[in-house]
């Protein structure tokens, strides 16, 4: 694999893609001590605020992808990301719950539309064949950036005061010009005519579409299974030294850069895809089998045995991303790319917003029968997705590049 993509649309859309994801390391790393430590709210009320964010920005994703379809995703993409600037530059002033929900909360609906929008430009800019690997690619760059990020943020975190904390605000801020300034390089992209007649988001009408989101959000728990109730786990019920959570997230980390486009070779098309979701599922019961195992080994085994399913688990991560953009994609109509990214997301963000609970409760409220549990729930979600998919595909008109998800594989 080419360490850059040839120049074009998926390099523009990278470059991009770094430029904030740094910024948002920045602030990830940083905004829960800022909204503690000095906007002053309680950490009941900050977790309160930045879910009820995350609620503003699921539900409007599906509107927020029709926007981008019928604007134009790349003039879309452009002014939310600048709007955005405006809008993060604001949190220097924020000294109350009420402060910083006035300001977050259109930030929410703007980082809905740019990246519904992000997903309608490699829908309407990107090859049919190569847009699974931009995904993959872009997700490798994200990580990159996202990591850069929160090393740079460690700075203002260690010299702890609101001057650093506002610098750091600042300069996401500048992240997000710098973003929208690098995607002007993108040729326009056509937006989708306004349909004579029927519902304009129909893509949540779209019920075997909408079966496949759900399905795929509950498998998206993996994400909270990692980054909360691992740690929790390590640092609780095992003898393994803290410093191992920093291994296994590492692991998973340089997993992600050097290996998602590889993983999403054969996701191109929905029966690939389909299978894709199914081994995931496998996948993270075979992790869920492997992690309590190392509350009852010592040591050195228990080490090992944690970087084994911290393996096992980002393989099933990588097979889950790649599944999930060659269905979304497959299913999507050509002129409703945006709004059936946005509805994709949708499912994301609802299994990532339960998994803290879900997956806390299960695995350190029972301990060995919860991960049973939940590995199982996995697996079945997984072999669910194929015949969803199927009949998805089956409802649709056939187009010429689309694949039927083969009932025997």
């Known amino acids: 694999m080419p360490l850059l993509p040839t120049p074009g649309p998926i390099r523009t859309l990278a470059l991009s893609t770094l430029i904030n994801t740094i910024g948002n390391g920045l602030w990830m790393v940083s905004s829960a001590l800022f909204l503690t430590r000095f906007v002053g709210l309680s950490i009941g009320r900050a977790g309160l605020a930045l879910t009820l964010v995350a609620l503003v920005s699921l539900v409007i994703s599906t509107p927020a992808g029709y926007l981008a379809d019928r604007l134009g995703p790349r003039g879309v993409a452009i002014g939310a990301l600048v709007a955005l600037g405006l809008c993060e530059s604001a949190l220097v002033t924020v000294h109350s719950m009420a402060g910083f929900l006035l300001v977050a909360t259109p930030m929410a609906v703007l980082d809905a539309a740019q990246r519904a929008a ?110 909360v109730a691992v740690p929790l786990w390590i640092a609780g019920r095992t003898d393994a030294p803290r410093w191992m959570i920093s291994v296994v997230f590492a692991v998973n980390t340089v997993a992600v850069v050097l290996l998602q486009v590889r993983a999403a070779r054969g996701t191109e098309t929905l029966d690939g895809a389909a299978r894709a979701s199914r081994r995931a599922g496998f996948t993270l019961m075979a992790a869920c089998l492997i992690f309590p195992l190392t509350a009852v080994t010592h040591d050195v085994p228990t080490m090992i045995l944690l970087v084994v399913a911290a393996g096992v688990h980002v393989t099933a991560e990588l097979w889950y991303s790649a599944g999930g953009w060659g269905i979304s994609f497959g299913l999507a109509p050509d002129q409703a790319h945006g709004q059936y990214q946005g509805t994709y997301a949708m499912g994301h963000q609802f299994g990532q917003m339960i998994a803290p609970v879900l997956v806390t409760a299960l695995i350190l409220g029972w301990g060995t029968p919860g991960w049973l549990l939940l590995g199982a729930a996995f697996a079945v979600v997984g072999c669910l997705i194929p015949p969803v998919v199927r009949r998805a595909a089956a409802n649709r008109a056939p187009a010429g590049t689309r694949s039927t998800v083969d009932a025997g594989t």
């Open 118 to 227: 992000r997903g309608a430009i490699i829908g309407g800019a990107v090859p049919q064949d190569r847009r699974v690997y931009t995904r993959a690619y872009l997700r490798s760059v994200t990580n990159v950036g996202l990591t850069v990020g929160a090393a740079a943020a460690g700075v203002g975190l260690t010299v702890d005061t609101r001057a650093a904390y506002l610098s750091l605000i600042v300069a996401d801020a500048v992240t997000f010009l710098l973003a929208a300034a690098v995607l002007t390089r993108l040729a326009p992209v056509a937006s989708a005519p306004r349909p004579r007649s029927g519902p304009r988001l129909t893509a949540l009408r779209d019920r075997p579409f909408l079966a496949f989101v759900v399905l795929d959000g509950l498998l998206a728990t993996n994400f909270g299974l990692f980054e």
